[in-house]
């Protein structure tokens, strides 16, 4: 494929607010934080700025609020060369947030989906010309279920490319899977959307969703690569990559992002799992989701090596 290619992706935008502390606070404590990070965030937005650095002409689809974090995601998002003209501000809503409390014990996280809550089925047939000039879109579940399964059921119907990715991890109606093209949970997503048990054979799963209407089931296994599954074929497997990782935070939406450009560009399957292996094991290298995310030139260097 000689042109560029081109991704939608649709979902959440949030700022990441980490506090930095010694110890978590017991109940009705005050304790003393170490540092505190405003970090642009949201799976959507992370994908997207995935799909952009790698050269992808990348569109975004969701919402913000009218307020300071909106209009920082925005920017963020524009600097790595995102087309936000699909992204709607509300003027009565804020921005989504997730509060992140980091310490040596453990991690607690609050999210709050403000305008991510808001991003309707009607934005998508607002916006049904960018569905329509894209080769993938791709989805993920930190947005209402119904516009989903809405924006799914738009772009089989200009017969574009559907890559969802199932998290936060949830039960999913089967007229979603209908629609999607490739799903691509982590191992125990996958073992919830199958309905298995946590220790059942990782193929028969896979193969439990093909069962469901999914055409292509991809596995992220963390140190152990990747599986991935196409009807009426056999199981083929991806491994990982040994790197100095860094931070994790990004890894899931950076895989996601990498299959869908190298998806759109023309390449097979297998093939596109092994890009986006590379992509991920590059992104935790760096500190931070959507910072860490790497160029399609760093990649290429990467595979030379």
Do not use: W
């Amino acid at each position: 494929m000689n042109r560029t290619p081109r991704v939608v992706v649709i979902g959440s935008l949030n700022m990441d607010i980490v506090v930095e502390a010694e110890r978590p606070p017991q109940m009705g404590e005050t304790v003393m934080g170490r540092h505190v990070h405003f970090i642009p965030g949201g799976k959507g937005a992370n994908q997207a700025v995935a799909s952009a650095r790698l050269g992808a002409q990348t569109h975004m689809i969701g919402a913000v609020g009218n307020d300071a974090f909106g209009s920082e995601l925005l920017q963020a998002l524009r600097k790595d060369g995102v087309d936000t003209s699909a992204v709607k501000t509300l003027a009565d809503v804020p921005t989504g947030i997730a509060s992140i409390l980091l310490s040596q014990r453990d991690n607690q996280i609050i999210v709050v989906a403000g305008a991510n809550g808001h991003c309707s089925p009607e934005d998508i047939d607002r916006h049904e010309e960018v569905i329509r000039q894209a080769d993938v879109v791709l989805l993920q579940l930190e947005i209402p279920l119904e516009t989903v399964q809405h924006a799914a059921a738009a772009a089989k119907r200009f017969g574009k490319t559907v890559v969802l990715n199932p998290a936060p991890a949830r039960e999913l109606p089967v007229e979603l899977l209908r629609q999607v093209d490739v799903i691509i949970p982590n191992q125990s997503e996958l073992y919830l959307l199958a309905e298995a048990e946590a220790d059942s054979d990782l193929e028969a799963a896979m193969k439990r969703l093909l069962d469901k209407g999914v055409q292509t089931v991809i596995t992220t296994l963390g140190s152990d690569g990747a599986a991935y599954l196409e009807r009426g074929q056999k199981l083929g497997r991806v491994s990982s990559h040994k790197v100095n990782v860094v931070d994790t935070t990004g890894a899931g939406d950076a895989f996601n992002a990498g299959f869908a450009y190298a998806l759109a560009s023309g390449h097979e399957v297998g093939e596109a799992v092994a890009f986006a292996g590379k992509v991920a094991a590059l992104a935790v290298t760096k500190l931070g989701a959507q910072a860490g995310m790497p160029t399609l030139q760093e990649v290429q260097e990467f595979r030379a090596q």
